[in-house]
């Protein structure tokens, strides 16, 4: 009898781990992490959107292991007003939609009866939400759709912060949450060369207080999917 497994990421996976887990009715939930790739001022690697929505999803799938998977999807996000900068990269709103809608279904046809779509960038919210209903009809499944900084109390956050921008682009959220997370992606000789000094206030002490709402707020969000208290209303069919 093999050790459990407890892997988290969906992508590690054999076909025959992921067949047996599934079967077993242990699997309860698959986390859909998107986000963007694009410029985040002088001070930060671009990739901080999905990297940071990486590490609030697999904690949380860590804290509800073995029941929750992360299917890592789609780095790239809707970011058309990032694009004066150039190494952004930009998906036209119906592309997005097409691969996350594409994406969603593959998991809801190996069996995930709760995918939670776990959003780190802003860009992506507003046609996201104009179409979830339409998501929702389709697969007939606890679908939902939320901004992992949506799952906290921002005055809760603030209470850890010296600015009050709640997540903001760059500023002292993002900035102290990859100072906890993963310092390398902060230039912080940069600081002195933009115009924006809000980043500099930010440490990685605020960040893991950030972080550590950040986890509680998706891990009791997910909860619900999987206790049944948070069950997505699918928007009402033509009679
Ligand atoms: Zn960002």
Redesign the pocket.
């Known amino acids: 009898m093999p050790a459990q497994n407890t892997e988290i990421l969906l992508g590690k996976l054999t076909r025959r781990e992921f067949r047996e887990r599934m079967n077993s009715g242990e699997l309860q939930a698959a986390i859909l992490p998107v986000a ?1 790739i ?1 410029q ?1 001022l002088e001070h930060m690697a671009m990739e ?2 999905w990297r ?1 929505v990486n590490v609030v999803a697999a904690e949380v799938a860590r804290r509800l292991a073995p029941r929750v998977l992360v299917a890592q999807g789609l780095m790239a996000g809707i970011s058309e007003h990032h694009m004066r900068h150039p190494g952004t990269l930009s998906l036209r709103p119906g592309s997005f939609l097409a691969v996350v809608s594409d994406l969603i279904e593959s998991l809801a046809r190996a069996g995930f009866k709760n995918i939670l779509v776990l959003n ?2 802003g860009g992506n919210v507003a046609p996201c939400e104009g179409t979830w209903g339409q998501f929702q009809q389709y697969n007939e499944i606890n679908l939902h759709f939320v901004s992992y900084w949506d799952t906290i109390d921002h005055n809760e956050a603030r209470k850890a912060m010296r600015t009050p921008d709640v ?1 903001g ?2 500023q002292e959220f ?1 900035t102290a949450i990859a100072l906890a997370a993963f310092p390398e992606n902060v230039r912080t000789a940069m600081w002195a060369d933009q115009p924006d000094q809000a980043p500099s206030l930010s440490t990685a002490a605020t960040g893991e207080r950030l972080l550590e709402l950040c986890f509680a707020g998706v891990e009791r969000y997910v909860r619900g999917m999987l206790d049944g208290t948070r069950v997505a209303e699918i928007p009402p069919f033509m009679p």
């Open positions: 963007a694009e985040h901080h959107d940071s780190g960038h997540p682009h760059a993002e």
